[in-house]
Protein backbone atom coordinates (compact mmCIF):
# COMPACT_ATOMS: atom_id res chain seq x y z
CA UNK A 1 0.00 0.00 0.00
CA UNK A 2 2.86 2.08 0.59
CA UNK A 3 3.51 2.56 -3.43
CA UNK A 4 0.61 4.11 -3.29
CA UNK A 5 1.26 7.21 -0.82
CA UNK A 6 2.54 10.37 -2.33
CA UNK A 7 5.42 12.49 -0.35
CA UNK A 8 3.92 15.60 0.43
CA UNK A 9 3.24 18.58 2.74
CA UNK A 10 0.39 17.41 4.36
CA UNK A 11 -2.89 19.00 3.07
CA UNK A 12 -5.11 20.45 5.78
CA UNK A 13 -8.90 21.44 5.71
CA UNK A 14 -11.85 20.50 6.65
CA UNK A 15 -13.45 17.75 4.97
CA UNK A 16 -16.11 18.65 2.16
CA UNK A 17 -19.72 17.36 2.02
CA UNK A 18 -20.82 14.07 0.62
CA UNK A 19 -20.48 15.30 -3.32
CA UNK A 20 -22.61 12.19 -3.87
CA UNK A 21 -25.92 13.93 -2.49
CA UNK A 22 -26.80 15.77 -5.57
CA UNK A 23 -28.62 17.91 -3.84
CA UNK A 24 -26.68 19.49 -2.09
CA UNK A 25 -24.08 21.73 -3.95
CA UNK A 26 -20.74 21.31 -3.90
CA UNK A 27 -18.24 24.42 -2.10
CA UNK A 28 -16.38 26.64 -4.69
CA UNK A 29 -12.62 24.59 -5.45
CA UNK A 30 -9.90 26.50 -4.20
CA UNK A 31 -6.22 25.71 -5.12
CA UNK A 32 -4.61 23.16 -3.41
CA UNK A 33 -2.19 24.64 -0.13
CA UNK A 34 0.05 22.49 0.76
CA UNK A 35 1.53 23.80 4.19
CA UNK A 36 4.75 22.29 6.15
CA UNK A 37 4.21 19.26 8.13
CA UNK A 38 5.66 19.28 11.20
CA UNK A 39 8.30 17.46 12.25
CA UNK A 40 7.47 13.77 13.06
CA UNK A 41 6.67 11.94 16.16
CA UNK A 42 7.98 15.47 17.76
CA UNK A 43 4.66 15.19 20.00
CA UNK A 44 3.37 12.13 20.65
CA UNK A 45 0.33 13.18 22.18
CA UNK A 46 -0.68 15.70 19.51
CA UNK A 47 0.18 13.54 17.22
CA UNK A 48 -1.70 10.73 18.03
CA UNK A 49 -4.96 13.56 18.83
CA UNK A 50 -4.65 14.28 15.11
CA UNK A 51 -4.74 11.13 13.72
CA UNK A 52 -7.40 9.61 15.70
CA UNK A 53 -9.45 12.76 14.44
CA UNK A 54 -8.85 12.46 10.80
CA UNK A 55 -9.74 8.42 11.78
CA UNK A 56 -13.09 9.57 12.97
CA UNK A 57 -14.08 12.03 10.16
CA UNK A 58 -13.11 9.34 7.84
CA UNK A 59 -14.81 6.96 9.16
CA UNK A 60 -18.13 8.69 8.85
CA UNK A 61 -17.51 10.22 5.90
CA UNK A 62 -16.90 6.59 4.62
CA UNK A 63 -20.41 5.85 6.20
CA UNK A 64 -22.39 8.21 4.54
CA UNK A 65 -20.64 7.61 0.96
CA UNK A 66 -21.38 3.59 1.29
CA UNK A 67 -25.17 4.31 2.38
CA UNK A 68 -25.54 6.52 -0.77
CA UNK A 69 -23.14 3.60 -2.86
CA UNK A 70 -25.75 1.41 -1.88
CA UNK A 71 -28.56 3.19 -2.78
CA UNK A 72 -30.68 3.05 -5.97
CA UNK A 73 -30.72 6.21 -7.69
CA UNK A 74 -32.22 6.31 -11.46
CA UNK A 75 -30.81 9.83 -11.49
CA UNK A 76 -27.44 8.58 -10.70
CA UNK A 77 -25.10 8.29 -14.28
CA UNK A 78 -22.45 5.60 -14.36
CA UNK A 79 -19.72 8.29 -14.21
CA UNK A 80 -21.50 9.87 -10.99
CA UNK A 81 -21.00 5.83 -9.74
CA UNK A 82 -17.78 5.74 -10.64
CA UNK A 83 -16.65 8.95 -8.48
CA UNK A 84 -18.97 8.34 -5.44
CA UNK A 85 -16.82 4.26 -5.53
CA UNK A 86 -13.50 6.23 -5.83
CA UNK A 87 -14.24 8.41 -2.85
CA UNK A 88 -15.12 4.89 -0.81
CA UNK A 89 -11.79 3.55 -1.60
CA UNK A 90 -9.79 6.72 -0.35
CA UNK A 91 -11.43 7.03 2.39
CA UNK A 92 -10.92 3.18 3.23
CA UNK A 93 -7.37 4.16 2.49
CA UNK A 94 -7.50 7.54 4.70
CA UNK A 95 -8.74 5.08 7.86
CA UNK A 96 -5.96 2.24 7.38
CA UNK A 97 -3.12 4.60 7.02
CA UNK A 98 -4.70 5.99 10.20
CA UNK A 99 -4.45 3.28 12.40
CA UNK A 100 -0.87 2.36 10.84
CA UNK A 101 0.19 5.53 11.87
CA UNK A 102 -1.35 5.04 15.31
CA UNK A 103 0.91 2.10 15.88
CA UNK A 104 3.77 3.77 14.59
CA UNK A 105 3.00 6.53 17.10
CA UNK A 106 2.76 3.35 20.22
CA UNK A 107 6.21 2.37 19.26
CA UNK A 108 7.44 5.45 19.27
CA UNK A 109 6.35 5.79 22.55
CA UNK A 110 7.85 2.35 23.80
CA UNK A 111 11.03 3.14 22.19
CA UNK A 112 11.19 6.45 24.02
CA UNK A 113 10.48 4.86 27.44
CA UNK A 114 12.77 1.59 27.33
CA UNK A 115 15.80 4.12 26.09
CA UNK A 116 15.29 5.99 29.24
CA UNK A 117 15.30 3.06 31.37
CA UNK A 118 18.44 1.68 29.51
CA UNK A 119 20.04 4.61 30.13
CA UNK A 120 19.64 4.81 33.54
CA UNK A 121 20.88 1.07 33.96
CA UNK A 122 23.72 2.28 31.81
CA UNK A 123 24.38 4.96 34.42
CA UNK A 124 24.12 3.05 37.69
CA UNK A 125 25.57 -0.42 36.31
CA UNK A 126 29.22 -0.91 38.66
CA UNK A 127 29.19 -4.85 37.67
CA UNK A 128 27.91 -7.92 37.80
CA UNK A 129 26.31 -8.83 40.91
CA UNK A 130 28.90 -11.67 41.20
CA UNK A 131 32.82 -11.39 41.36
CA UNK A 132 35.04 -12.90 38.71
CA UNK A 133 36.20 -15.03 36.94
CA UNK A 134 33.28 -16.24 35.53
CA UNK A 135 32.32 -19.77 33.13
CA UNK A 136 32.75 -19.53 29.99
CA UNK A 137 28.66 -20.23 29.58
CA UNK A 138 28.21 -16.79 31.05
CA UNK A 139 30.37 -15.12 28.61
CA UNK A 140 29.25 -17.30 25.96
CA UNK A 141 25.77 -15.90 26.73
CA UNK A 142 26.94 -12.10 27.08
CA UNK A 143 28.67 -13.05 23.45
CA UNK A 144 25.60 -13.87 21.70
CA UNK A 145 24.24 -11.31 23.34
CA UNK A 146 26.23 -8.72 21.18
CA UNK A 147 25.79 -10.17 18.28
CA UNK A 148 22.49 -10.66 18.12
CA UNK A 149 22.25 -6.45 18.78
CA UNK A 150 24.74 -6.07 15.72
CA UNK A 151 22.38 -8.22 13.42
CA UNK A 152 19.31 -5.64 14.55
CA UNK A 153 21.03 -2.49 13.84
CA UNK A 154 21.91 -4.26 10.64
CA UNK A 155 18.29 -4.92 10.30
CA UNK A 156 17.73 -1.38 11.41
CA UNK A 157 20.12 0.42 8.38
CA UNK A 158 17.96 -2.09 5.78
CA UNK A 159 14.68 -0.94 6.83
CA UNK A 160 15.52 2.87 7.03
CA UNK A 161 17.41 2.30 3.24
CA UNK A 162 13.64 1.11 2.60
CA UNK A 163 11.97 4.21 4.25
CA UNK A 164 14.22 6.09 1.37
CA UNK A 165 13.00 4.51 -1.17
CA UNK A 166 9.50 4.27 -0.29
CA UNK A 167 9.81 8.49 0.20
CA UNK A 168 11.25 8.58 -3.40
CA UNK A 169 8.51 6.84 -4.99
CA UNK A 170 6.25 8.99 -3.03
CA UNK A 171 7.51 12.47 -4.13
CA UNK A 172 7.44 11.13 -7.53
CA UNK A 173 3.92 10.23 -7.43
CA UNK A 174 3.30 13.74 -5.64
CA UNK A 175 4.02 15.66 -8.66
CA UNK A 176 1.73 13.00 -10.33
CA UNK A 177 -1.39 13.71 -8.25
CA UNK A 178 -0.38 17.70 -7.93
CA UNK A 179 -0.69 17.62 -12.48
CA UNK A 180 -4.26 15.44 -11.89
CA UNK A 181 -5.25 18.15 -9.13
CA UNK A 182 -4.69 21.41 -12.00
CA UNK A 183 -5.85 19.46 -14.50
CA UNK A 184 -9.11 18.92 -12.92
CA UNK A 185 -9.18 22.98 -11.63
CA UNK A 186 -8.59 23.75 -15.71
CA UNK A 187 -11.72 21.18 -16.94
CA UNK A 188 -13.79 23.22 -14.31
CA UNK A 189 -12.67 26.28 -15.47
CA UNK A 190 -13.35 25.28 -19.19
CA UNK A 191 -16.76 24.21 -18.45
CA UNK A 192 -19.81 25.65 -20.50
CA UNK A 193 -22.67 24.13 -19.29
CA UNK A 194 -24.05 23.87 -15.73
CA UNK A 195 -24.07 20.30 -16.09
CA UNK A 196 -20.51 19.97 -16.81
CA UNK A 197 -19.57 22.18 -14.05
CA UNK A 198 -21.01 19.86 -11.74
CA UNK A 199 -19.49 17.02 -13.11
CA UNK A 200 -16.21 19.19 -12.99
CA UNK A 201 -16.30 20.26 -9.77
CA UNK A 202 -17.21 16.47 -8.39
CA UNK A 203 -13.93 15.24 -10.21
CA UNK A 204 -11.85 18.36 -8.56
CA UNK A 205 -13.26 17.90 -5.24
CA UNK A 206 -12.09 13.65 -5.63
CA UNK A 207 -8.43 15.40 -6.06
CA UNK A 208 -8.16 17.42 -3.76
CA UNK A 209 -9.45 14.26 -1.50
CA UNK A 210 -6.74 11.81 -3.08
CA UNK A 211 -4.04 14.66 -2.20
CA UNK A 212 -5.39 14.92 1.23
CA UNK A 213 -5.34 11.53 1.84
CA UNK A 214 -1.64 11.07 -0.01
CA UNK A 215 -1.02 13.96 2.94
CA UNK A 216 -1.70 11.69 5.70
CA UNK A 217 0.20 8.79 4.07
CA UNK A 218 3.20 10.69 3.51
CA UNK A 219 3.10 11.83 7.03
CA UNK A 220 2.72 8.33 8.15
CA UNK A 221 5.76 7.20 6.11
CA UNK A 222 7.90 10.13 7.68
CA UNK A 223 6.99 9.25 11.25
CA UNK A 224 7.75 5.42 10.49
CA UNK A 225 11.11 6.55 9.33
CA UNK A 226 11.38 8.94 12.64
CA UNK A 227 10.29 5.23 14.70
CA UNK A 228 12.45 3.11 12.85
CA UNK A 229 15.79 5.85 13.60
CA UNK A 230 15.05 5.94 17.01
CA UNK A 231 14.93 2.13 17.06
CA UNK A 232 18.17 2.32 15.46
CA UNK A 233 19.65 4.82 18.27
CA UNK A 234 17.85 2.36 20.67
CA UNK A 235 19.65 -0.85 19.75
CA UNK A 236 23.03 1.00 19.32
CA UNK A 237 22.99 1.67 23.22
CA UNK A 238 21.96 -1.94 24.12
CA UNK A 239 24.84 -2.71 21.77
CA UNK A 240 27.40 -0.97 23.50
CA UNK A 241 25.84 -1.58 26.40
CA UNK A 242 26.48 -5.18 25.42
CA UNK A 243 29.65 -4.47 24.84
CA UNK A 244 31.02 -3.01 28.31
CA UNK A 245 29.54 -5.87 30.04
CA UNK A 246 31.36 -8.43 27.55
CA UNK A 247 34.69 -6.55 28.04
CA UNK A 248 34.14 -6.57 31.83
CA UNK A 249 33.77 -10.46 31.71
CA UNK A 250 36.28 -11.50 29.51
CA UNK A 251 39.63 -10.65 31.55
CA UNK A 252 38.78 -13.46 33.72
CA UNK A 253 36.94 -16.75 32.16
CA UNK A 254 37.52 -19.83 34.44
CA UNK A 255 37.33 -22.77 32.73
CA UNK A 256 36.49 -26.17 33.44
CA UNK A 257 39.10 -29.19 32.94
CA UNK A 258 37.69 -30.23 29.44
CA UNK A 259 37.22 -26.29 28.66
CA UNK A 260 40.45 -25.80 29.48
CA UNK A 261 41.67 -28.77 27.42
CA UNK A 262 40.26 -28.03 24.41
CA UNK A 263 40.82 -23.74 24.52
CA UNK A 264 44.50 -23.24 26.00
CA UNK A 265 45.20 -20.69 23.81
CA UNK A 266 42.94 -16.87 24.01
CA UNK A 267 42.03 -17.51 20.41
CA UNK A 268 40.47 -20.27 20.73
CA UNK A 269 38.39 -18.82 23.60
CA UNK A 270 37.81 -15.85 21.20
CA UNK A 271 36.33 -18.43 18.17
CA UNK A 272 34.44 -20.39 20.99
CA UNK A 273 32.63 -17.15 21.64
CA UNK A 274 32.27 -16.48 18.25
CA UNK A 275 33.98 -12.68 18.70
CA UNK A 276 35.30 -10.75 16.12
CA UNK A 277 39.02 -9.45 15.76
CA UNK A 278 39.98 -7.38 18.53
CA UNK A 279 37.15 -8.92 20.64
CA UNK A 280 39.14 -11.72 21.99
CA UNK A 281 40.25 -12.18 26.02
CA UNK A 282 41.87 -9.69 26.98
CA UNK A 283 43.84 -12.30 29.68
CA UNK A 284 44.71 -15.85 29.14
CA UNK A 285 41.87 -17.77 30.89
CA UNK A 286 42.12 -20.22 33.48
CA UNK A 287 41.13 -23.44 34.50
CA UNK A 288 39.01 -24.01 37.59
CA UNK A 289 40.80 -25.26 40.36
CA UNK A 290 37.28 -27.24 40.63
CA UNK A 291 37.31 -28.44 37.27
CA UNK A 292 34.56 -26.33 37.10
CA UNK A 293 32.54 -23.47 39.06
Do not use: C
Not at 16 to 23: H, N
Not at 67 to 87: K, M, W, Y
Request: proline content about 6%; overall charge negative.
Amino acid sequence: MIKNLLLSLFLLGPSPLLFAQLSLPLPEPTAAQPQEASAPLQDLDAERARVEAHIAAATQELSEANQALGTTDPLRSQEDQEVLQERVNHLETRIQVGRRHLKVIADARAIREEKGELREEVTGWTGFADPPPYPLAFVEGLARRLQSLQGAIESDELRLASSARAKAMAAEQLASAEQEFRRALEALEAAGTDEAKEQARRRLELRRLALSVAGEGAAFIRAGEQAQSERRSLDRLREEFARTRLAAALPDIVLTAVESGRLERPSAIARALGLRAGQGPMARARPSPEGGR
